[in-house]
């Protein structure tokens, strides 16, 4: 499987990104993508991830309402909308598939998944 991240740039405090995950290879089998993120001197963290069939999403706490992530199995792409972005946001973003089914606690965790696409930056000015 391969993981093509895209959408980063540089934003003013405020303002939104969309980032895109698109996958390719053996996506058939892939059962949740997650976003994960990490800043400078920081380890990643978990963003948000969503169960491909099904749409279940999990959302870190700091993100939630003001990120929104969704897929679209047609293209297998998995979109993260964030909105009201702030400067702690500053981050390398990452998203990554897992091939088996994760349950809800297990799915901000990072060893979970099997792949991962390299990263985009969001940069967010205050």
């Known amino acids: 499987v391969q993981l093509q991240a895209s959408g980063g740039g540089l934003v003013q405090a405020g303002g939104s990104l969309r980032l895109s995950c698109a996958a390719s290879?053996?996506?058939?089998?892939?059962?949740?993508m997650g976003w994960f993120r990490q800043a400078p001197g920081k380890e990643r963290e978990f963003v948000a991830a969503?169960?491909?069939?099904?749409?279940?999403?999990s959302y870190a706490d700091s993100v939630r309402g003001r990120f929104t992530i969704s897929n679209d199995n047609a293209k297998n792409t998995v979109y993260l909308q964030m909105n009201s972005l702030k400067p702690e946001d500053t981050a390398v973003y990452s998203c990554?598939?897992?091939?088996?089914?994760?349950?809800?606690?297990?799915?901000?965790?990072?060893?979970?998944?099997?792949?991962w696409g390299q990263g985009t930056q969001v940069t967010v000015s205050s």
């Open positions: 990554a598939v897992a091939q088996r089914y994760l349950i809800v606690s297990v799915m901000p965790t990072p060893e979970a998944y099997d792949y």
């Open positions: 290879g053996r996506t058939v089998s892939s059962y949740v």
């Open positions: 969503v169960r491909w069939r099904g749409g279940y999403t």
